[in-house]
């Protein structure tokens, strides 16, 4: 570190030792660069900041704990996310059990074992073009497979099953970019040692790059959270309470369906911003987490 540190500023003294030779368009030129850059950092932090300060202003004062633990009575006309929260946490529970083993095993099948690169090629750009597919065209096929063909009708289980196919791409991907990253030595010095295939993968390979893995099934976590359009035409929007197994058979609305609903239907904009801040603040935590996870296993792998 200290040496590439000297490096630099060796480089930055010759830079401005030749700096008089420079001519006056390409400092100005220069300058516009830097500018330009500078202003589209500037707009974009502005940005992002001011929607999560008003956000946050709008929302947090609406939060309440009666809020965050009570179901919605129209006999009270009183408002509650419980039901939602716990739709939340049903959706994105299964959702993971069923996407990570598909996810990841078929990541390692097209690593390590397929041999045919046509297929490898065709396969990454299906999974690529679906990648790219708007949430509201899995909607659609979901209720004609899932809801109509097998007779799901509008549940949760519907939805977790769209958001699975729409999420398996993204681990996939993910997965097989941070198995290429393991040295190719590695497998084959475990090989020299007679490990089979199975043992080379299991205890080199997935060790040598769980910190991609697990920071693309953070940023599918996050994804799964957001969605709104699929879940609205598979899973319904009813406030409901229901254990684990009795939600995944019912209709509910998660937290993202029902802002969609308080904002849209119901016009309700502080329970709509109070919900979204509760979504912003999941989101920081997710992202905050998976900075930390990489950072982790970076640290104990190069240890």
Known sequence: MDRARKAEKTREKENEALGGGISVGRRIYTFGAKALMILAVAITVGAAGFMLIYVMYRGLPNISWEFLTTARSYLNSSIGILPDILNTIYV?????????PLGVGAAIYLTEYAKSKKLVSAIEFAAETLAGIPSIIYGLVGILIFCQGLGLGNTLLAGVLTLAIMNL???MRTTQESLRTVPQSYREGAFGLGAGKWRVIRTVVLPGCIDGVITGCILSVGRILGE???LLYTAGYAHKLHGFFDGLQSSGATL???LYVYAKEDAN??????IASILMILTLVLNISAALLQRHFKKKREA
């Open 269 to 274: 904009f502080d329970v709509a911003f109070a």
């Open 256 to 258: 993202t369906v029902a």
């Open 92 to 100: 994105l529970i299964t959702t993971l059990v069923i996407v990570i």
């Open 169 to 171: 791409p993204t681990i």
């Open 228 to 230: 709104s359009a699929a």
